[in-house]
């Protein structure tokens, strides 16, 4: 017996069980073109997949709650291993590969205890973007097999939240750390328990950090600025804001917007051969 037509285009022969029309079986082409933008998809359809995942996220963004540190921390561990950090570079913007490149060739020879690495695959993670515009996370989730679950989505949009920053720790308290934000010195208290374990007080480090039920928490690491370098680091950072098209931006915007910003400041300070004066900006 023949499959009966897709009643939403009454060409093509349904295939899908589509929960938010009925159970009525619709063609795939149809189930793509409408999912989420159309249609009221529950959150566990099996035919949403990781970018019909991406499109509840934006749907729901207005609604935002602070999901639990776990669940965040969670999903990025499952996105870190479901996408390796070579492909991911490879799909940056044009303008941060030969960064990119030449900070990872760096990062396996520097002395730094896998800091520089996981500040790198940070950046790719939560920083970094597509040619057009997008952050490479929604990119390692266009292509995941699976739809992302409630709790997840809302970690998801807590990622997409994610502000690079550098911070100067003042005051270690239990699992919380006292520190001020040197982008525009506003004393915070973040959640980061591994901080105690890296760093003393006294020291800045650049870290995203992330929207959870226990405040803005450090996810993925941090990577320490060289002692007595924070002022340098900052003179250098507005530079680069003052001499491209973004000047009108606060540091925190423009360190968390320009996504070459971070990559090449830590480039700079890892090698011997970067003059700034023979190295501008690769986004100007």
């Known amino acids: 017996m023949p499959k009966a037509k897709c009643p939403v285009c009454h060409q093509r022969k349904g295939k899908r069980v589509c929960p938010a029309q009925g159970g009525a079986l619709i063609c795939p082409k149809c189930c793509a073109q409408n999912r989420v933008r159309v249609y009221d998809c529950p959150a566990d359809c099996a035919y949403l997949g990781g970018e019909g995942s991406l499109r509840l996220a934006a749907k729901r963004s207005e609604d935002f709650s602070p999901p639990p540190l776990q669940t965040v921390d969670a999903l990025l561990n499952t996105l870190v291993e479901s996408a390796p950090k070579a492909n991911l570079i490879g799909e940056a913007e044009p303008t941060a590969l030969a960064a990119l490149e030449q900070l990872a060739q760096l990062s396996e020879g520097a002395d730094t205890d ?83 374990d890296q760093f003393e007080v006294g020291r800045t480090v650049g870290c995203f950090v992330t929207p959870t039920d226990q405040g803005l928490s450090v996810m993925l690491g941090a990577w320490g600025l060289p002692e007595g370098g924070e002022e340098a680091m900052l003179e250098r950072l507005e530079e680069l804001r003052d001499e491209s098209p973004l000047k009108e931006l606060l540091l925190s915007e423009f360190i968390t917007r320009v996504s070459i910003v971070v990559p090449l400041l830590i480039y700079e300070q890892l090698s011997e051969e970067v003059s700034p004066e023979d190295s501008p900006p690769p986004f100007l």
Do not use: C, M, N
């Not at 490479?136 to 679950?149: A, G, I």
């Not at 915070?188 to 591994?194: D, E, F, H, R, W």
């Open 114 to 196: 896998g800091a520089v690495e996981s500040a790198l695959w940070e950046w790719i993670v939560l920083g970094a973007q597509t040619p057009e515009g997008r952050p490479l996370v929604d990119r390692v989730l266009e292509k995941f097999p699976r739809p992302l679950s409630e709790e997840e989505l809302t970690a998801l949009e807590a990622l997409h939240r994610s502000h690079y920053r550098l911070l100067r720790i003042e005051e270690f308290q239990d699992d919380r750390t006292r520190v001020t934000d040197r982008l525009g010195d506003d004393e915070l208290t973040v959640s980061a328990p591994g901080l105690r």
